[in-house]
């Protein structure tokens, strides 16, 4: 099993070097964890055949980055560029996500919509600001300009429509609002 896992981490990582960034095949998923290798062999074979071509960092193939210049995070939080059917659009504007957050299965952060006059034209992008350790349930929607402060839980098919910047709360619904004060001393960071 050891002669196995070796060829498969030379094999990655010379994948990894020829296809992705090195900035980011480091930290808890690549230093002590095939996980974030494995990820980087299934990205790199789908960059063959046209998926995330511009990808600096390894994304799953069902998942949209519309510019990866525009998004900052910490690189042991990774796996957020896993989830299945995530879309992270931020064309003329930043996605900012905090350490230790948790982005779920299909999951959108828009930071542009359309001119409702003109649907041909987009309104000028405004930045999407997630927090440390907040965790977006499944098919929840970010819309541009929305701030979540830290330890911000979104519950499952939220529409976040206006910014919850103080945190420690659980907001849900469409338009989401805050369902749920979270106590600051149970919090862990």
Same mark, same amino acid.
């Given at each position: 099993?050891?002669? @196995? =896992? *070796?060829?498969?981490?030379?094999? +990655?990582?010379?994948?990894?070097?020829?296809?992705?960034? *090195?900035?980011?095949?480091?930290?808890?998923?690549?230093?002590?964890? @095939? @996980?974030g290798?494995?990820?980087?062999?299934?990205? %790199?074979?789908?960059?063959?055949?046209? /998926?995330?071509?511009?990808?600096?960092?390894?994304? !799953?193939?069902?998942?949209?980055?519309?510019? /990866?210049?525009?998004?900052?995070?910490?690189? #042991? !939080?990774?796996q957020?560029?896993?989830?299945?059917?995530?879309?992270?659009?931020?064309?003329? %504007?930043?996605?900012?996500?905090?350490?230790?957050?948790q982005? +779920?299965?299909?999951?959108? @952060?828009?930071?542009?919509?359309?001119?409702?006059? !003109?649907?041909?034209?987009?309104?000028?992008?405004? #930045?999407?600001?997630?927090?440390?350790?907040?965790?977006?349930?499944?098919? %929840?929607?970010?819309?541009?300009?929305? $701030?979540?402060? #830290?330890?911000?839980?979104?519950?499952?098919? +939220?529409?976040? $429509? =206006? *910014?919850?910047?103080?945190?420690?709360?659980?907001?849900?619904?469409?338009?989401?609002?805050v369902?749920? $004060?979270?106590?600051?001393?149970?919090?862990? !960071?």
């Amino acid at each position: 099993m050891g002669l @196995l =896992k *070796s060829l498969f981490l030379f094999i +990655a990582r010379i994948m990894g070097r020829i296809f992705y960034d *090195s900035r980011y095949l480091r930290g808890r998923y690549f230093d002590n964890s @095939l @996980l974030g290798w494995k990820w980087v062999v299934q990205g %790199a074979l789908l960059k063959l055949i046209a /998926y995330n071509l511009k990808s600096p960092w390894p994304v !799953d193939h069902s998942c949209e980055v519309t510019n /990866y210049n525009n998004i900052i995070f910490d690189v #042991d !939080d990774m796996q957020i560029f896993q989830r299945r059917g995530s879309y992270f659009q931020c064309t003329n %504007a930043k996605i900012i996500i905090g350490k230790g957050t948790q982005i +779920a299965y299909g999951v959108g @952060l828009i930071t542009e919509n359309h001119d409702v006059y !003109d649907i041909r034209k987009h309104q000028p992008g405004k #930045d999407i600001r997630i927090g440390n350790n907040c965790w977006i349930g499944m098919n %929840a929607v970010l819309l541009p300009g929305t $701030t979540l402060g #830290d330890h911000t839980v979104v519950g499952a098919g +939220a529409v976040v $429509t =206006k *910014s919850f910047p103080d945190g420690y709360v659980v907001i849900a619904g469409n338009p989401a609002k805050v369902i749920r $004060t979270l106590n600051k001393a149970d919090c862990v !960071d």
